[in-house]
């Protein structure tokens, strides 16, 4: 279920890889994308291709380096309380994957903008599939959505987007990619600690290990738990006493979904966002998570539902402007949130809330997107940040990642220079600082 969003990146927090089925017609689920201004703080910077490769070079030499590593994990995973037998099962055969590394470098290649990410999130394929999984499994869903209070079509969302509903549920082995990541070292704490819980769920009983796969990152199941979450959240729905995200009945994992969300505080019948219309002469320095206002405030403000009406009072809002003043707008909730800990990007979020909304029969985004944006290429964001750095806007680390500092600064410099505050990284942007 839920993944190691804020800790490990976007990749880390969700594998969006696979086919959406129903019938003949197949469709590639999203890629994780940086929306241009997105909250992507934790993605990894990219690496230079010639490191790759010298990475990838030395892998005949990696294998007699991991069997040593195994050796020293043992006393750190009986440490643990694991037992001799169960890591000797697990670990034995175990070798270093050269694929789980060169998919966890190359996740720097995540460059889809936010349109193109949700064409492909709520598209016709995607939302024909949802419509027919709610039909196939509508017991089950109804039931979950009456214990847990998250709404069937926000379940089956998530299912969507993290294995196509089921179809593409990973096959690599998870001790093995864990264990390959772990001794890489990159983010070798965080797997290791994966590995450790990975090791729980097999001592527990819930699966043996010839059943445990996943992604290359180490998510499992229907809806791509990482093993702490599976040990923190996972239920066991159907009463067979395991909780089995890996079966082919997908009862346990969608339950499992909806009991994470709802333990980081769902609220029933809100949505998770509202687009909205803002009005001509709108503030765009209100476009911000930290502002929350009610949706009568905002109607004082002139910002309306896409029908022209002021939004129901669902609760306190904020106003999102995923790719600037350019694209569509949204008023979004605290569900927005409770998705977000699911998955930190924007995009994912909208994708999931959108296609929720779509498998209830609601419309397509109205607004157009600015898609004949150039982004700024990952030399060009550095380059963005070292500028706004000397000009005195920005106080972090020139890394190419536009997270919530870098997106402030642009703000504080779009402010000093009289233009649209939206903080977003475009072409013009650079262009001003550059002082065109």
């Known amino acids: 279920m839920k993944r190691w969003a804020r800790t490990a990146g976007l990749v880390g927090a969700t594998l969006l890889g696979g086919a959406a089925l129903a019938g003949p017609q197949m469709e590639q689920a999203?890629?994780?994308?940086?929306?241009?201004?997105?909250?992507?703080?934790?993605?990894?910077?990219?690496?230079p291709a010639r490191a790759e490769k010298q990475d990838l070079a030395q892998v005949s030499t990696s294998n007699i380096g991991f069997?040593?590593?195994?050796?020293?994990?043992?006393?750190?995973?009986?440490?643990?309380?694991?037992?001799?037998?169960?890591?000797?099962?697990?670990?034995?055969?175990?070798?270093?994957?050269?694929?789980?590394?060169?998919?966890?470098?190359?996740?720097?290649?995540?460059?889809?903008?936010?349109?193109?990410?949700?064409?492909?999130?709520?598209?016709?394929?995607?939302?024909?599939?949802?419509?027919?999984?709610?039909r196939d499994h509508g017991r089950v869903l109804r039931a979950i959505e009456a214990k847990y209070g998250v709404e069937k079509e926000v379940v089956a969302a998530v299912w969507g987007l993290?294995?196509?509903?089921?179809?593409?549920?990973?096959?690599?082995?998870?001790?093995?990619?864990?264990?390959?990541?772990?001794?890489?070292?990159?983010?070798?704490?965080?797997?290791?600690?994966?590995?450790i819980d990975a090791l729980k769920i097999l001592q527990s009983g819930d699966v043996p290990a010839s059943r445990m796969t996943g992604s290359w990152a180490g998510a499992m199941g229907h809806t791509q738990f990482i093993p702490s979450s599976y040990l923190a959240y996972a239920v066991d729905f159907t009463g067979d006493g395991r909780r089995d995200v890996w079966s082919d009945d997908p009862s346990d994992a969608l339950a499992s979904t909806a009991a994470y969300l709802a333990r980081h505080g769902w609220v029933t019948g809100q949505p998770w966002g509202v687009e909205v219309v803002l009005p001509r002469g709108f503030n765009y320095g209100l476009a911000s998570r930290k502002i929350l206002k009610s949706p009568s405030e905002w109607a004082g403000l002139g910002v309306r539902g896409i029908d022209g009406r002021p939004v129901p009072d669902y609760g306190a809002a904020s106003i999102l402007l995923p790719a600037g003043s350019q694209g569509a707008a949204f008023m979004i909730f605290k569900n927005f949130s409770v998705i977000e800990r699911y998955n930190v990007a924007d995009a994912y979020v909208i994708g999931v809330g959108h296609l929720?909304?779509?498998?209830?029969?609601?419309?397509?985004?109205?607004?157009?997107?600015?898609?004949?944006?150039?982004?700024?290429s990952f030399a060009e964001k550095q380059e963005m940040q070292r500028r706004l750095t000397r000009a005195g806007f920005l106080d972090d680390k020139v890394d190419g990642i536009i997270g919530p500092n870098t997106i402030n600064a642009i703000r504080s410099f779009q402010k000093s220079r009289g233009v649209t505050q939206d903080g977003y990284p475009s072409q013009e942007l650079l262009k001003l600082l550059k002082g065109g």
Do not use: C, M
Not at 37 to 47: D, E, T, V
Not at 180 to 187: H, P
């Open 30 to 47: 999203p890629q994780p994308v940086l929306r241009p201004g997105a909250a992507a703080s934790a993605i990894p910077a990219a690496r």
């Open 356 to 376: 929720s909304d779509r498998l209830k029969g609601g419309p397509p985004i109205q607004a157009s997107w600015p898609r004949g944006y150039k982004p700024l």
């Open 162 to 195: 993290e294995s196509a509903y089921g179809s593409h549920r990973g096959t690599i082995p998870t001790i093995e990619a864990l264990a390959t990541l772990a001794y890489d070292g990159r983010r070798g704490a965080f797997f290791e600690a994966q590995l």
């Open 67 to 134: 069997r040593h590593w195994i050796d020293g994990f043992a006393a750190r995973a009986r440490a643990k309380g694991i037992t001799p037998q169960v890591f000797d099962a697990a670990l034995r055969g175990v070798k270093y994957n050269t694929d789980v590394i060169q998919k966890d470098r190359n996740q720097s290649e995540y460059t889809k903008q936010i349109w193109d990410y949700l064409d492909s999130a709520a598209s016709p394929v995607r939302v024909e599939n949802g419509k027919a999984a709610l």
